[in-house]
């Protein structure tokens, strides 16, 4: 590992890596291990902070469930204490121990399931993890893996790799609230976008000001559907839907479901439908209730669903990925990004600003794009999204919803409570 240090004013100060929070170890045991976006962003910033302190001559930093510490908002900090004169391979060695950690709840040496890893994320993993000290990758270049920036194209200069991935881990702040100037269009109204498009609103009351002062006549606005927000247009009711599910690293990774959703406002959508994942010759009978599921009769919890079968681990994302509550969600995180051409709304939206009630799924780390069709009652018909993750590529999903009607109980096989 080559030090050196910072002559741009990037040397880290010790409030850019000492910080206060509840440890890593903490946050595992109250809340389960961490998942999706969520690791991406405690690999992305934990490994940034180490190339920093790398590069700035400071190594053995004894990483550990235990000295890594989650801020009030997510952010990861290094716990002050002594340091020793262990390579720098050592950290990025307890790096991966850490990340692996808070992904499964076990450090490799207690057997973890390092299934529960995205492939692209374990596969960085098992290079930390080598015998051979000179094998593993530097901290520097963990950063330019998991910005996605292949070893033979490397581009950006350390400098502006690790501006980089500082500014993708910073924590989301919301715009300060700001009072209405105009009404909102539907999906951009207060009480369902929590103030994110006022910055917009403004601009328009400023222009009107102008036009009214210039004593020129406003054009009349364009006749629109009386269309409601999508949750209250629905209600408390049940629909069919079909979901299909197409990722770019293959059939393995695709899902197929067939079936029946109940939706009732501030409650998690319930299921029962048939699910073919990767190349299963078979459909499985599938329930969910609340975060409680049956596989072909077995059960199974939301949070922690087994890997195998496969329409088990699906359950949970088929939920989030088509459930009314996370078509709002992506609506309010889109904001202004959302444009409208008659019935048909397309957006989209930073996955980490997705909000949904359906939240036991995670978006992935890239940009959410959207195009949702409704009905001329506001009830969804159609909805696409595409989904881009530097770790685990692309993916697009689609759900048609078809036949609403009044509620109907999914009963399933177990109960919620």
Known sequence: MEFQGWSHGLALRPRDY??????????????GPVKGEALYLLALGTATTMARLHLGGIAGLRLSPGNVLIGPRG????????????????????????????????????????????????AVIEE??????????????????????????????????????????????????VDEAVPAPFWRRPAYLGGI????????????????????????PSPRPDTKDVVSAIGRRTATFHLESKSSRGDDEEVVADGRLSFAANAATSYEM??????????????????????????????RPPAEPCAAWAAPSIRVLSSPNSIKALLDAAGPNVSRSGTTLTGSALA?????????????????????????????????????SRLSGSEVIETDYRNWRPYETVKGATTNG
């Open 128 to 177: 930390c993890l080598r015998p051979d000290t000179l094998a593993r990758p530097s901290a520097v270049d963990l950063v330019r893996i998991l910005l996605g920036h292949s070893g033979a194209a490397r581009g950006a200069t350390v400098h502006e790799l690790l501006l980089e991935a500082e500014q993708r881990t910073r924590p989301y702040e919301p715009p300060p609230p």
């Open 274 to 303: 048939k699910v073919t994942c990767r190349n299963a010759p078979q459909p499985t009978e599938v329930s969910m209730v609340g975060n409680r599921g049956a596989a072909d009769g077995v059960p199974f919890d939301a949070e």
């Open 197 to 220: 498009a006022i910055g917009v609103l403004i601009v328009a009351a400023a222009a009107g000001v102008v036009v009214a002062i210039s004593g020129r006549a406003a054009a009349p």
């Open 18 to 31: 000492l910080g206060k929070g509840e440890s890593l170890a903490a946050v595992v045991r109250a809340a």
């Open 75 to 122: 952010q990861a900090f290094f716990a002050p204490g002594p340091r020793d004169s262990r390579f720098p391979a050592n950290d990025v060695k307890d790096w991966a121990d850490v990340i692996v950690f808070a992904a499964t709840g076990r450090s490799p040496d207690e057997g973890a399931d390092f299934d529960r890893l995205l492939p692209a994320l374990r």
């Open 352 to 388: 980490h600003r997705i909000r949904g009630a359906e939240s036991l799924f995670s978006y992935g780390e890239g940009p959410i794009g959207f195009t949702l069709q409704v009905d001329e009652k506001g009830l969804p018909v159609r909805l696409q999204l595409r989904v881009e």
